[in-house]
């Protein structure tokens, strides 16, 4: 008789927001939901170089929720060490992703090189976590599938990706395995979200994995963040800085294009050089034009959104941008200052306490934005440290993560109580957060499963 039960490992993001990995083994088939990079962190960016506690080879499909890198990051080491299935997810996702691990591969590429002419790495010599021919060898693996419809993937598994918010191409996965349902949030949208429609919810879970990034936390709503972005330009303009604004390269520096474009538009702030500098946001720039059924902004709309911005995607246009003093808004990446054109920018504008840097998304225990965010007074630009001066300012309505509130709404409509119930994707005091809300809401127990642990059901 063959053991029926099915056994999920949490190959990342439990305990912790980074590293989305979750493999479903069913006794057959082994499915992978999610592959992504850990981030943030020293101990958990080491993880990357590890090989994960499965085989590899055995894994014979991965299914995406989304395209941002903690989802999609790992999966050029995933082909490097055997994976030979294919990568379903909606086709702005697999675009999305194809962006994300280009720029990824390019970046460690760079910094690897540069660690190795300044001496700064502890390997020695540095080498890139996978380059650009390692993603060539993964995008042929990439498969789309439409939303809302059920994909047969092996005999008696199915699968349907269905519209989350969030990004551009956001599902979350309804999996069906002889008959029992498995739903993977992904992550979770906003309801009110000023470019994305509101997520859909599931109706039945009898095994459901919800993240729990914002648990506990509540956000303001997305327009009424932006009074205080009007206030926040206005005053660094008027003391004579130049605002910065770190920022995800998908969705979120298009919603702050937006944002913008709307403040000047309505003359509520002057209209200073505005600039989005990052290569990979003028690639999902592209991408909101072709994905007209997946977002609200009008085709006029965004034509004359981007008329208003100076889009960078040159280095050398960086390197002048960033030595010119006068007062001006600059969108780059990346989101959490672990990387990208950001970085050139602080590098000279840092010590200037006329300045404003400003947070709009998630800060990642870690990571340079945390560190500036809680206070630091100096930052390190590759392997130089920099003296920090500027004002700092945050903004969490803008964030495109459901808050407490949106995160128990999500699940609103199922009505039988789930079997069992993992809250994943969040570090603990927000999964904890959740884990009593939940109680408190619906009379659930909701389980924190541990990075790398084993549950069967
Ligand atoms: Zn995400």
Same mark, same amino acid.
């Given at each position: 008789?063959?053991?029926?039960?099915?056994?999920?490992?949490?190959?990342? #993001? #439990?305990?912790?927001? =980074?590293?989305?990995?979750?493999?479903? $083994? =069913?006794?057959?088939?082994?499915?992978?939901?999610?592959?992504?990079?850990?981030?943030? %962190?020293?101990?958990?960016?080491?993880?990357?170089?590890?090989?994960?506690?499965?085989?590899?080879?055995?894994?014979?499909?991965?299914?995406?929720?989304?395209?941002?890198?903690?989802?999609?990051?790992?999966?050029?080491?995933?082909?490097?060490?055997?994976? !030979?299935?294919?990568?379903?997810?909606?086709?702005?996702?697999?675009?999305?992703?194809?962006?994300? %691990?280009? $720029?990824?591969?390019?970046?460690?590429?760079?910094?690897a090189?540069?660690?190795?002419?300044?001496?700064?790495?502890?390997?020695?010599? #540095?080498?890139?976590?996978?380059?650009?021919?390692?993603?060539?060898?993964?995008?042929?693996?990439?498969?789309?599938?439409?939303?809302?419809?059920?994909?047969?993937?092996f005999d008696g598994i199915k699968a349907r990706f269905k519209y989350v918010g969030?990004?551009?191409?956001? =599902?979350?996965?309804?999996?069906?395995?002889?008959?029992?349902?498995?739903?993977?949030?992904?992550?979770?949208?906003?309801?009110?979200?000023?470019?994305?429609?509101?997520?859909?919810?599931?109706?039945? #879970?009898?095994?459901?994995?919800?993240?729990?990034?914002?648990?506990?936390?509540?956000?303001?709503?997305?327009?009424?963040?932006?009074?205080?972005?009007?206030?926040?330009? !206005?005053?660094?303009i008027s003391r004579g800085g130049s605002l910065f604004v770190p920022s995800f390269s998908v969705e979120r520096a298009q919603l702050m294009m937006f944002v913008f474009w709307k403040l000047v538009k309505e003359n509520k702030i002057p209209k200073v050089q505005m600039i989005m500098d990052s290569p990979m946001g003028a690639d999902v720039l592209e991408l909101f034009q072709r994905t007209k059924d997946w977002h609200k902004l009008e085709e006029y709309e965004f034509a004359e959104m981007c008329s208003y911005f100076t889009i960078v995607s040159s280095y050398e246009e960086t390197m002048d941008l960033r030595i010119d003093k006068s007062p001006k808004i600059v969108i780059a990446g990346s989101g959490m200052l672990t990387g990208g054109r950001m970085l050139n920018y602080l590098e000279t504008n840092a010590d200037n306490a006329k300045n404003t840097l400003l947070f709009i998304g998630y800060q990642a225990e870690g990571t340079r934005g945390r560190k500036l965010l809680e206070g630091e007074k100096e930052l390190k630009v590759y392997g130089k440290w920099v003296p920090f001066n500027m004002q700092v300012a945050e903004i969490e309505g803008l964030s495109a993560h459901a808050d407490h509130a949106e995160l128990l709404d999500w699940i609103n409509k199922i009505k039988i109580k789930p079997e069992r119930i993992f809250i994943i994707h969040g570090e603990k005091e927000g999964a904890e957060a959740l884990q009593i809300g939940i109680k408190e809401t619906y009379g659930w127990n909701a389980e924190i499963p541990e990075l790398y642990s084993i549950e069967e059901v």
């Open positions: 008789m063959k053991n029926n039960k099915i056994s999920i490992h949490f190959l990342g #993001a #439990a305990g912790t927001v =980074t590293g989305s990995k979750y493999l479903v $083994d =069913t006794g057959e088939k082994k499915i992978l939901i999610d592959c992504g990079l850990f981030q943030g %962190l020293k101990e958990l960016r080491l993880k990357n170089w590890e090989y994960p506690p499965v085989d590899v080879p055995d894994i014979d499909i991965v299914l995406l929720t989304h395209g941002h890198m903690d989802h999609t990051g790992y999966l050029p080491r995933l082909i490097k060490q055997g994976f !030979n299935g294919k990568i379903y997810g909606t086709s702005p996702t697999l675009e999305i992703a194809k962006i994300i %691990l280009n $720029d990824s591969a390019k970046i460690q590429e760079q910094e090189e540069r660690a190795n002419k300044q001496g700064y790495s502890k390997h020695d010599p #540095a080498e890139p976590l996978y380059d650009l021919k390692d993603v060539e060898k993964t995008i042929p693996h990439f498969k789309s599938v439409p939303q809302s419809q059920w994909i047969a993937l969030h990004i551009l191409g956001a =599902t979350f996965i309804e999996l069906d395995v002889r008959g029992k349902r498995f739903v993977f949030s992904g992550d979770i949208g906003r309801i009110n979200d000023l470019l994305l429609y509101p997520p859909l919810k599931p109706k039945r #879970a009898d095994v459901l994995f919800i993240e729990s990034t914002y648990g506990g936390r509540f956000h303001q709503e997305e327009t009424d963040a932006i009074p205080q972005i009007e206030a926040i330009v !206005n005053e660094t």
